[in-house]
């Protein structure tokens, strides 16, 4: 029997049955449709049978751990990601970020709370790229920076030799931000209510991250930036002119 496209479609990706039945119950409850692999290997075959809108992914699987999986999915998929990792493994939820996850939840999580972060990534990543060029992007809203072109309406990036350029959606909501004012000092505080707006407890460090992120794909040399400039002590600028089309 195929999965019933219209519904909302959750991959939970955890070799702890409990945690399964936890939260499948909680996702179903809601109206969703619950997907469960204990493994790398049946996360694979559940993603040829359907492209799930969410994937739960967990730190520690038996085949393979839960970074190389979720940087093996952010190099081929825009799929939202949440990390579901240890109490206390600071560096893990760090490292998820940089990888591309969209989020993370620490264990033992509340399921109401787990669904309230599912709902929070699912409403930034509504409008996911559109596969275009500049030329198709007659009447949308679009800006031209240091030899790139962006497409805001369409969400589409091309960089100066007029290749795409994939961006996640917070990275998106994070260039949207700087473009929104260039050459003005932005502070954390209001990057993250730009791009994390849902959530409350979003630290600083998660934008450090998401700032590295967006550098690695934009600048020509990340570790000399000249786009996105730090503002010790205040935040960031984003350093160059920027043009409305």
């Known amino acids: 029997m195929q999965p019933d496209k219209h519904l909302l479609h959750i991959l939970i990706v955890d070799d702890d049955e409990d945690i399964q039945?936890?939260?499948?119950?909680?996702?179903q409850q809601h109206g969703w449709v619950a997907v469960n692999a204990g493994s790398e290997t049946a996360m694979r075959a559940a993603l040829k049978?359907?492209?799930?809108?969410?994937i739960l992914l967990d730190i520690r699987l038996p085949d393979q751990d839960g970074l190389t999986i979720a940087r093996r999915l952010r190099a081929t998929?825009?799929?939202p990601i949440i990390m579901l990792t240890g109490m206390g493994?600071?560096?893990?939820?760090?490292?998820?970020?940089?990888?591309?996850?969209?989020?993370?939840?620490?264990?033992?999580?509340?399921p109401r709370e787990l669904i309230a972060r599912i709902k929070a990534v699912l409403r930034?990543?509504?409008?996911?790229?559109?596969?275009?060029?500049?030329?198709?992007?007659?009447?949308?809203?679009?800006?031209r920076f240091a030899g790139w072109f962006i497409d805001l309406t369409a969400r589409v990036l091309t960089d100066p030799s007029g290749s795409p350029v994939s961006l996640t959606n917070t990275e998106f909501l994070l260039l949207?931000?700087?473009l929104s004012a260039p050459r003005r000092v932005?502070?954390?505080?209001?990057?993250?209510?730009r791009t994390h707006s849902d959530e409350a407890d979003v630290f600083d460090r998660a934008i450090d991250v998401l700032v590295l992120r967006l550098r690695r794909k934009i600048e020509p040399n990340q570790h000399t930036p000249k786009i996105i400039r730090t503002e010790r002590g205040a935040g960031y600028v984003f350093d160059v002119d920027v043009e409305k089309l």
């Open 186 to 193: 932005m502070s954390r505080e209001q990057l993250v209510e």
């Open 124 to 143: 930034r990543t509504s409008n996911q790229p559109m596969e275009g060029s500049p030329a198709e992007s007659l009447g949308h809203e679009c800006r």
């Open 49 to 54: 049978e359907q492209t799930p809108d969410i």
């Open 77 to 79: 998929s825009s799929i």
């Open 176 to 178: 949207a931000a700087f």
């Open 89 to 110: 493994s600071d560096i893990d939820r760090i490292v998820g970020l940089e990888l591309g996850a969209d989020d993370y939840v620490v264990k033992p999580f509340n």
């Open 21 to 27: 039945d936890v939260v499948s119950r909680e996702v």
